[in-house]
């Protein structure tokens, strides 16, 4: 008679809800790492939020130089900042201008926003241009660009701890990790639209240009997917955007060309 097996092989069915008890134990740590960050940035001292900029900047102001474009857009990021609330006059913006042709721009601890020329060669008038940067104001108002960091510091840390550094979790893992990311980064960027807008108006007293950019830029993508980028869909930054100001009943008038300079 053959000897009974003991210890019989780990079914499918077994490994399948290990695997399930795994992500779901991952999910937890990630919305209670995510919830206690939320807290954390309010109560960053700006002298950290500052040493932190050190630490970033100096990575896009070696791709700078002091130009007559640099000094333009502080001029018009100035404009801006005259409208922001009281708490946020102490602060010290300051813009880096990047000579690449990536589309993007970044605010960055230590209030330094980043501002790539593929990204100003698509603006297309001094009102969407001002949106943008009023966009990333907005950023700074809601502690995103320290959220983010946080984020980006802790939650790895904490995978790799739960995980043992084995690959394969890992993995796993850091698959979440995006998917949770993406959509806090929707939000992120739907709440600093709004913001945006609404220092475009204290500006001009309309918001013609509010749409303009992300308009353009919906119309070179074929792919529209707004559940997996980090920043929503262009389309539906507009809907979102017009849904504003419509609601906030703001008037549209005519844009103002951008500076002959620029």
Same mark, same amino acid.
């Given at each position: 008679?053959?000897?009974?097996?003991?210890?019989?092989p780990?079914?499918?069915?077994?490994l399948?809800?290990?695997?399930?008890?795994?992500?779901?134990?991952?999910?937890?740590?990630?919305?209670?790492?995510?919830?206690?960050i939320?807290?954390?940035?309010?109560?960053?001292?700006?002298?950290?939020?500052?040493?932190?900029?050190?630490?970033?900047?100096? $990575?896009?102001?070696k +791709?700078?130089? !002091?130009?007559q474009?640099q000094? @333009?857009?502080?001029? *018009? &990021?100035?404009?801006? #900042? %005259?409208?922001?609330?009281?708490?946020?006059h102490?602060?010290?913006?300051?813009?880096i201008?990047v000579?690449?042709? $990536?589309?993007?721009? +970044?605010?960055l !601890?230590g209030?330094?926003?980043? @501002?790539?020329?593929? *990204? &100003?060669?698509?603006? #297309? %008038?001094e009102?969407?241009?001002?949106?943008i940067?009023g966009?990333?104001?907005?950023?700074?108002?809601?502690?995103d660009h320290l959220?983010?960091?946080?984020?980006?510091?802790?939650?790895?840390?904490?995978?790799?701890?739960?995980?043992?550094?084995?690959?394969?979790?890992?993995?796993?893992?850091s698959?979440?990790?995006?998917?949770?990311?993406?959509?806090?980064?929707?939000?992120?960027?739907?709440?600093?639209?709004?913001?945006?807008?609404?220092?475009l108006?204290?500006?001009?007293?309309?918001?013609?240009?509010?749409t303009?950019?992300?308009?353009r830029?919906?119309?070179?993508?074929?792919?529209?997917?707004?559940?997996?980028?980090?920043?929503?869909?262009?389309?539906q930054?507009?809907?979102?955007?017009?849904?504003?100001?419509?609601?906030?009943?703001?008037?549209?008038?005519?844009?103002?060309?951008?500076?002959?300079?620029?």
């Amino acid at each position: 008679m053959a000897p009974t097996n003991r210890n019989p092989p780990t079914s499918n069915r077994q490994l399948l809800i290990i695997l399930s008890i795994f992500l779901s134990i991952i999910l937890c740590i990630i919305w209670l790492i995510g919830l206690l960050i939320d807290n954390l940035v309010w109560i960053v001292p700006p002298d950290v939020e500052t040493k932190l900029g050190t630490l970033i900047a100096p $990575t896009y102001e070696k +791709l700078s130089q !002091p130009s007559q474009t640099q000094d @333009i857009l502080n001029q *018009l &990021l100035n404009k801006l #900042e %005259s409208n922001l609330p009281s708490e946020q006059h102490k602060r010290d913006y300051q813009i880096i201008y990047v000579p690449d042709k $990536t589309v993007n721009a +970044l605010a960055l !601890p230590g209030d330094r926003i980043v @501002i790539f020329d593929g *990204l &100003l060669k698509q603006a #297309e %008038s001094e009102n969407e241009l001002m949106m943008i940067l009023g966009h990333e104001l907005g950023h700074f108002a809601n502690r995103d660009h320290l959220r983010s960091i946080l984020r980006q510091l802790i939650l790895p840390i904490a995978l790799a701890s739960i995980t043992g550094n084995n690959d394969l979790l890992v993995s796993v893992a850091s698959g979440i990790t995006t998917f949770s990311d993406a959509k806090y980064s929707q939000s992120q960027e739907s709440q600093a639209d709004e913001i945006g807008l609404n220092l475009l108006y204290k500006t001009y007293g309309h918001v013609a240009g509010a749409t303009d950019f992300f308009n353009r830029l919906s119309k070179q993508k074929n792919i529209d997917i707004a559940f997996l980028s980090t920043h929503p869909a262009p389309q539906q930054r507009v809907k979102n955007l017009q849904r504003l100001i419509k609601q906030k009943n703001y008037k549209i008038k005519n844009v103002f060309p951008l500076p002959k300079e620029l």
